[in-house]
């Protein structure tokens, strides 16, 4: 079962009152606007509220233990509502703090469970790690030769072989600039983004955490 919440997200706005503290939040635009990083964080906590609705219902049917779970984010918070961190390195940057992620994962696969792991991980991995928690570890041999698979499978990491699965992780950011010779748009490079990994030895790194 994939579940994707679209919150914590902009436009931001009062999450129902059972799933989080609105004290003092009035939901007016007005309120909104000037108190973004509230209504995040209450958004936040609306989140965590459903993710354990969720881990309720599995342990009260029994499945608790028998279900693997992988939490991930999709990308750094946006500058109005960032905390600790230059607005200039925030989401739609590859600074650090625009690309690294949570990753959480959990189950009966887990060796060692709650322990953190700073190896390299990337979303993409996530298809070949389900396919192989699933049992099918001949995932790569329904595919043609000629389709070509970036991602890798986190078993290694998840059942704590002492295997790097990855050695690097390549990030790169695009924008779209008029072609001045026919006013088409055409992708390229951002070139300060770019020179801005030069500045940091790890904008790509991702953080796993694995629990049971």
């Known amino acids: 079962m994939w579940l994707g919440f679209n919150a914590p997200h902009s436009p931001y706005h009062l999450p129902p009152a059972h799933l989080c503290d609105t004290i003092g939040l009035s939901g007016t635009a007005a309120h909104i606007n000037n108190n973004k990083s509230k209504y995040f964080k209450a958004a936040l906590q609306a989140l965590d509220s459903e993710i354990g609705r969720l881990f309720a219902y599995l342990e009260t049917n029994g499945m608790l233990d028998s279900t693997h779970i992988i939490f991930i984010g999709d990308n750094g918070n946006a500058a109005e509502v960032a905390q600790n961190v230059l607005a200039s390195r925030c989401k739609g940057t590859i600074y650090q703090y625009g690309v690294q992620v949570p990753v959480i994962i959990s189950g009966p696969a887990v060796v060692n469970p709650n322990r953190n792991c700073t190896d390299l991980v990337n979303t993409p991995d996530l298809f070949a790690t389900i396919a192989e928690l699933a049992g099918m570890s001949n995932w790569s041999s329904f595919i043609p030769v000629s389709n070509k698979v970036d991602g890798r499978s986190l078993l290694p990491i998840i059942k704590n072989q002492n295997q790097l699965v990855r050695t ?3 990030t790169e950011q695009f924008q779209d600039t008029a072609n001045v010779k ?3 748009l055409f992708v390229i490079p ?5 020179a801005s990994i030069m500045e940091m030895k790890n904008f790509i790194m991702y953080y796993p955490i694995l629990n049971k």
Do not use: R
């Open 168 to 170: 690097w992780i390549f």
């Open 182 to 184: 026919d006013g088409k």
């Open 190 to 194: 951002n070139i300060n983004s770019c």
